[in-house]
């Protein structure tokens, strides 16, 4: 009974056997295994890091100029009206 590993996503620059740079992205299960696959296939890696994680959730939906100036609107007439800012975010998130 095989256990499965989780694997990681690591990205790499180095130079190949003709000498050439390259760069790209490989799965393994951690750094170690992935320097032994670069290994194995020839390249010698000058930068090999863990491939990092979207920083909002990686959400696709792209935030347009219109959203921010109707989020600015929003937010100003709260403060006009004397709500304080935390609670101006938390209704303008929750519309």
Same mark, same amino acid.
């Given at each position: 009974m095989?256990?499965?590993?989780?694997?990681?996503?690591?990205?790499? /620059? %180095?130079?190949? &056997? !003709?000498?050439?740079?390259?760069?790209?992205? *490989?799965?393994?299960?951690?750094?170690?295994?992935? /320097? %032994?696959?670069? &290994? !194995?296939?020839?390249i010698?890696?000058?930068? *090999?890091?863990?491939?990092?994680?979207?920083?909002?959730g990686g959400?696709?939906? !792209?935030?347009?100029?219109?959203d921010?100036? *109707?989020?600015?609107?929003?937010?100003?007439?709260?403060?006009?009206?004397?709500?304080?800012?935390?609670?101006?975010?938390?209704?303008?998130?929750?519309?």
């Amino acid at each position: 009974m095989a256990a499965t590993a989780e694997t990681m996503s690591f990205v790499y /620059k %180095g130079k190949n &056997r !003709k000498g050439e740079k390259v760069e790209g992205e *490989l799965r393994a299960g951690n750094l170690s295994m992935a /320097k %032994g696959l670069l &290994r !194995k296939q020839g390249i010698i890696s000058t930068s *090999l890091k863990k491939k990092s994680k979207p920083l909002f959730g990686g959400n696709k939906k !792209k935030i347009t100029p219109g959203d921010i100036a *109707l989020f600015t609107r929003q937010l100003a007439t709260m403060m006009k009206a004397g709500v304080p800012l935390v609670q101006s975010f938390d209704i303008v998130a929750d519309g």
